[in-house]
């Protein structure tokens, strides 16, 4: 919801300012490169994750990644 909030603004900005389409789509690019390089990390993780669940060696691949998840959690709460 934030993003939507965010882009909304960045969309109010260029209207009231009265730029041009060019400058709004500027304005639009910004925001969006902002946005990429926030959710790059996790969309390479969702990649990696889906990669293991679907791979030759699924389903063992994603039980052996399950377990590496569970000990570092674990670690963490000590």
């Known amino acids: 919801m934030l993003d939507g909030l965010e882009f ?3 969309l109010v900005d260029a209207i009231s300012k009265g730029l041009d389409r060019e ?3 500027a ?3 910004e925001w969006e490169a902002k946005m990429l390089a926030r959710v790059r990390p996790r969309a390479e993780l969702i990649k990696e994750n889906f990669q293991i669940w679907i791979g030759p ?3 063992q691949a994603m ?3 399950m377990k590496k998840f569970i000990t ?3 670690a963490k709460e000590r």
Request: hydrophobic share 50%; charged share 30%; glycine share 6%.
């Open 27 to 29: 304005a639009i690019a």
């Open 57 to 59: 060696d699924a389903p």
């Open 63 to 65: 039980v052996e990644s």
């Open 72 to 74: 570092l959690e674990q």
């Open 23 to 25: 400058a709004r789509e």
């Open 8 to 10: 909304g603004l960045v």
